[in-house]
C-alpha cells in the first residue's frame, strides 16, 4: 500500500470529477506528494541524528528533541495528505453503489441483458442528485482536513519558520542548554512550499464547490420545477445548453 | 522517440522519478518532434543523471561537513548558512516545475476532445467506433492549442532561466568551495569548515548547469518553429484567400 496504489484509486474516481477536481489532483499529486517524497523527505531524513546538543548529558538530547518535535512535519503531511485524500473515495463508493443497483435491476428484468450492462459500465452519471450532495460533501470534508492540519502544523510549531537554535531544559538537561538543529533554512522553505500548495489546493475545492452551488442554482433555473428537457424543447439552442452544462 | 521507463527490481512501486515520468510521458503524442527531444534530454540527461550519480555525491553533504571545532552545534549551524538548500532539493525543484507546464497543454487536448466528442454526439456520428477515433486522433497544433502550447513552452524557459539564477545567486560562481570561514553563534571564533567532495559537485553542477542550457535552446528552437510555422501558414493562406479556406481556418482554429 504505497502512494501509486492511492494514485490509482483516485485516478479511477476521476471521471466523475469535474475539471477543477481534475487539476486538483494532478496539483495534489504531482507538488505535494512527488515533492514530499523525492524532496522533502531527504531533508527531514537525519532530524533525530543531526538534533545537537551543547551537553554530554546522556538522554538530553533524546528528551529536548522529543519536548520540541512531538510529530514530525513529514508525517503531519503524510496525514494530512492520506485524509485530504479519502473523501474522494466516498464518492467512489457511491457510484459503485449505485451501480450495483443498476446492475441488479438490469439482471432482474428479462430483456436483452449484454448491452445494457456495457453501456453501465460505460456510462458516466451525470453530477445531479445524491451523487451532487456526495460530492459536494466530499468537497467540504476536504477543505476541512487541509485546514485543520494546516491549523494543527502551525500550533504545534508556532509558525512556519523552523528556528536555528532551541533552548532546553528538560529533566535531565543539567541547566539551559542549547540545542541545534539541521538545516532549519531548508526545512523552512520546504514547510512554506507545502503550506503554499496546501492553500492552492483549499482555493481549487472552494471553486469547484462554487462552481456546483452555482450549476445547481443554474440547473434549477433552466428547468423549473416540473418540467423536464424532453416535455420543453423550444429548439436547438436549450438543447445544446443543455448538453454543455451537463457533466 | 518513446522511452520505455527504467525496470525498477522494487517489489513495491514507489512514488518516484518513473511514475512522474508515465505521467508527463502521455503529452509526448501532441508535442513536436523538438519537444520530443527536449523530454529526452530532460529524462536521461538530467533525472537520470540526478538519482543514478548526482544524489550519491550529495548523500553525505552534512555527515561529511566538517569544521575545526569540538563546539556542539557549530557544524550545523554553519551547514545551515551556507548551505541555505541543497543543490539536490533545487534540482528535483526545477525539474518539477519545469515539467509541469507540458501539462496544460495536456488540459487543453483533453477540453478539445470533450467538445469535439460532443459535436459528434450532436452531428449523429455517435458510434463507438467514431468515438474511439476521436481518443486516437493527433491533434493539429492551430489555433487556442497553439496559443496554450506557446504559453507552456513560455514557461519553461522562464522556470528554467529563474532557476538557474537562484543558483546564481546562492552558490556564486556555480563553483564548489573546499573551505568555508564561518562565525556563527555558537562558533567560538572564526573556525575552518571543509565542504565534502567539492569537485566532484562543481563538475555535477556544471553539467546540470549544460544541460539546463541545453533544454533552454530547444524551447526556444520550438518556439521559433511554432511561430515560423504560423506565419508560413498564413502568408500561404494569404494568397489563397477563397471562401473555402477561410472557413476551414475557423473551423480549424478552436
Redesign the interface.
Same mark, same amino acid.
Do not use: C
Given at each position: 500500500m504505497s502512494w501509486p496504489t492511492l494514485y490509482a484509486q483516485l485516478v479511477g474516481v476521476n471521471r466523475y470529477s469535474t475539471s477543477l477536481g481534475k487539476i486538483w489532483l494532478s496539483v495534489l499529486f504531482i507538488f505535494r506528494v512527488m515533492v514530499l517524497v523525492v524532496a522533502a523527505e531527504s531533508v527531514w531524513g537525519d532530524e533525530q541524528s543531526d538534533f545537537t546538543c551543547n551537553t554530554l548529558q546522556p538522554g538530553c538530547e533524546n528528551v529536548c528533541y522529543d519536548h520540541f518535535f512531538p510529530v514530525s512535519h513529514i508525517r503531519l503531511w503524510c496525514l494530512q495528505l492520506v485524509f485530504v485524500s479519502t473523501p474522494t473515495l466516498l464518492v467512489a463508493m457511491y457510484v459503485a453503489y449505485r451501480n450495483h443497483g443498476d446492475k441488479k435491476r438490469i439482471l432482474q428484468s428479462s430483456a436483452v441483458q449484454e448491452a445494457e450492462l456495457e453501456s453501465l459500465k460505460r456510462r458516466k452519471m451525470p453530477l445531479a442528485g445524491a451523487l451532487w450532495w456526495t460530492y459536494a460533501c466530499s468537497l467540504l470534508f476536504r477543505l476541512l482536513f487541509e485546514g485543520g492540519f494546516m491549523y494543527a502544523l502551525y500550533v504545534v510549531y508556532d509558525g512556519f519558520q523552523m528556528p536555528r537554535l532551541v533552548q532546553c531544559d528538560q529533566w535531565p538537561c543539567p541547566n539551559l542548554v542549547d540545542c541545534f538543529i539541521s538545516r532549519p533554512t531548508e526545512k523552512t522553505v520546504f514547510t512554506v512550499f507545502m503550506a503554499t500548495t496546501s492553500s492552492i489546493c483549499m482555493v481549487l475545492n472552494m471553486a469547484e464547490l462554487a462552481y456546483l452551488v452555482a450549476k445547481a442554482v443554474t440547473r434549477g433555473n433552466i428547468y423549473p420545477h416540473g418540467t423536464t428537457p424532453l416535455a420543453t424543447f423550444q429548439g436547438g439552442h436549450n438543447e445544446i445548453s443543455q448538453m454543455f452544462l451537463e457533466e | 522517440m518513446p522511452l520505455t521507463p527504467p525496470a525498477e527490481p522494487d517489489p513495491?512501486?514507489?512514488?518516484?522519478?518513473a511514475?512522474?515520468y508515465a505521467?508527463i510521458s502521455g503529452v509526448n503524442r501532441h508535442s513536436t518532434g523538438i519537444g520530443r527531444i527536449w523530454l529526452s534530454v530532460l529524462f536521461i540527461f538530467r533525472i537520470l543523471v540526478l538519482v543514478v550519480a548526482a544524489e550519491s555525491v550529495w548523500g553525505d553533504e552534512?555527515?561529511g561537513f566538517t569544521c575545526n571545532t569540538q563546539? #556542539?552545534?557549530c557544524?550545523?549551524?554553519c551547514?545551515?548558512h551556507f548551505?541555505?538548500?541543497?543543490h539536490?532539493?533545487l534540482w528535483?525543484?526545477q525539474l518539477?516545475l519545469v515539467s509541469?507546464p507540458a501539462?496544460l497543454v495536456a488540459?487543453h487536448v483533453a477540453?478539445r476532445r470533450h467538445v469535439d466528442k460532443?459535436l459528434y454526439?450532436?452531428s449523429g456520428r455517435a458510434s463507438p467506433k467514431d468515438l474511439e477515433q476521436i481518443k486516437t486522433q493527433k491533434m493539429k497544433i492551430t489555433g487556442a492549442l497553439w496559443w496554450t502550447y506557446v504559453i507552456s513552452l513560455f514557461f519553461r524557459i522562464v522556470f528554467e532561466v529563474t532557476f538557474m539564477y537562484v543558483f546564481y545567486m546562492i552558490y556564486p560562481g556555480y563553483k564548489m568551495i573546499r573551505l568555508v570561514k564561518c562565525d556563527s553563534? #555558537?562558533c567560538p571564533n572564526t573556525v575552518d569548515c571543509f565542504v565534502s567532495r567539492p569537485t566532484e559537485k562543481t563538475v555535477f553542477t556544471v553539467f546540470m548547469l549544460a544541460v539546463s542550457g541545453v533544454c533552454i535552446l530547444l524551447n526556444v528552437a520550438e518556439v521559433v518553429f511554432l511561430v515560423g510555422k504560423a506565419c508560413s501558414k498564413h502568408l500561404h493562406n494569404a494568397g489563397d484567400s477563397t471562401m473555402g479556406a477561410w472557413i476551414a481556418q475557423k473551423l480549424c482554429s478552436y
Open positions: - | 513495491e512501486p514507489k512514488m518516484n522519478w511514475s512522474f505521467v552534512k555527515s563546539q #556542539p552545534g557544524n550545523s549551524v551547514y545551515d548551505f541555505p538548500i541543497s539536490i532539493r528535483a525543484l518539477i509541469t501539462l488540459m477540453h460532443k454526439k450532436l553563534y #555558537p
